[in-house]
């Protein structure tokens, strides 16, 4: 399942030069901390077609950041990992992030608190947490229906049938 999707997104994104690939940030703990390049965070991204906007900083886990740095970035996607205390709706309407491309363009998201463990971790699930993030950074470009293919996903790897509302809570709906 893995190859296969990420060989999908990979073709339907060839043509699309780096420069003009969605920028995304992933909100660590809270709004103000996120994942540089040694994080499972990153990969995600990239597998997804996306920037990290905070690859340049290193180490594990998530690092604080600044209020200005998060302006220079400007992301158009926003993610909040599982683990972050914030929501959604109050990135929305803080008045701090009014300004970031993201919050403008209502292009904020939690993570998936998953089956098995949140993705965002390194575990079996951030295969289909790479095929999420791809739809909500080129939802026009994939076309992709999750709620299909996160069923497909699930009964290959567990070898059972989920239900919707199984299928809706495991992806944070």
């Known amino acids: 399942y893995y190859q296969e999707r990420l060989a999908a997104i990979h073709e339907a994104l060839q043509d699309v030069p780096r420069a003009e690939r969605t920028r995304i940030y992933v909100a660590g703990n809270d709004m103000m901390s996120t994942y540089g390049a040694e994080s499972t965070w990153h990969y995600e991204v990239l597998d997804a077609g996306g920037v990290n906007v905070a690859a340049a900083l290193t180490g594990g886990g998530s690092q604080g950041v600044s209020m200005e740095q998060i302006m220079l970035w400007d992301p158009q996607v926003v993610v909040l990992d599982n683990a972050c205390q914030d929501d959604v709706e109050d990135v929305l309407t803080d008045p701090r992030w009014a300004g970031i491309s993201a919050v403008q363009e209502g292009r904020v998201f939690r993570a998936s608190p998953g089956y098995i463990g949140p993705w965002g971790r390194p575990h079996l699930e951030s295969?289909?947490?790479?095929?999420?993030?791809?739809?909500?950074?080129?939802?026009?470009?994939?076309?992709?229906?999750?709620?299909?293919?996160?069923?497909?996903?699930?009964e290959r790897v567990y070898g059972r049938e989920f239900g919707d509302a199984e299928l809706a809570a495991i992806l944070g709906e």
Request: hydrophobic share 55%; charged share 25%.
């Open 127 to 154: 295969a289909m947490a790479r095929v999420w993030l791809a739809d909500r950074l080129y939802p026009d470009t994939l076309d992709l229906d999750i709620a299909a293919e996160a069923a497909t996903f699930y």
